[in-house]
């Protein structure tokens, strides 16, 4: 049984930062690629970030600048640095891990998300 468990989230005022983490735990191979997503309230889930197992990184115009994925292959862990956040970024934070098995098969796996508010 693999778990997807996303932390971190919370209020924060526009400007602020809010560091989010998801560890993966389980019967896994390997994990590739990782990463976020986010939905706002009316809004459909969007991709915020993505990172392989050897460490490039993609990111959504949006957060270019301000947010920073990073992994702990180690750990089976990734996290988002936020910085410099705007009311727009409130959203639940979903973590994204695609896992890959001996076989080469590879399943989706999803976090329950966190909730992130940004307001003064």
């Known amino acids: 049984q693999v778990q997807v468990v996303e932390s971190g989230g919370g209020l924060v005022q526009p400007g602020g930062s809010l560091r989010l983490s998801c560890a993966v735990s389980?019967?896994?191979?390997?994990?590739?690629?990782m990463a976020w997503y986010r939905q706002a309230p009316g809004k459909q889930r969007e991709l915020v970030a993505t990172?392989?197992?050897?460490?490039?990184?993609n990111y959504t115009d949006s957060v270019k600048g301000r947010f920073t994925i990073s992994r702990d292959n180690a750990k089976n862990t990734v996290y988002l640095q936020m910085n410099s956040l705007k009311p727009e970024d409130t959203a639940s934070y979903y973590c994204?891990?695609?896992?890959?098995?001996?076989?080469?098969?590879?399943?989706?796996?999803w976090g329950k998300g966190t909730l992130v508010t940004v307001s003064s």
């Open positions: 994204n891990a695609v896992g890959v098995f001996p076989s080469g098969s590879r399943i989706v796996y």
């Open positions: 389980g019967s896994i191979f390997s994990i590739n690629p």
């Open positions: 990172i392989t197992m050897g460490g490039s990184t």
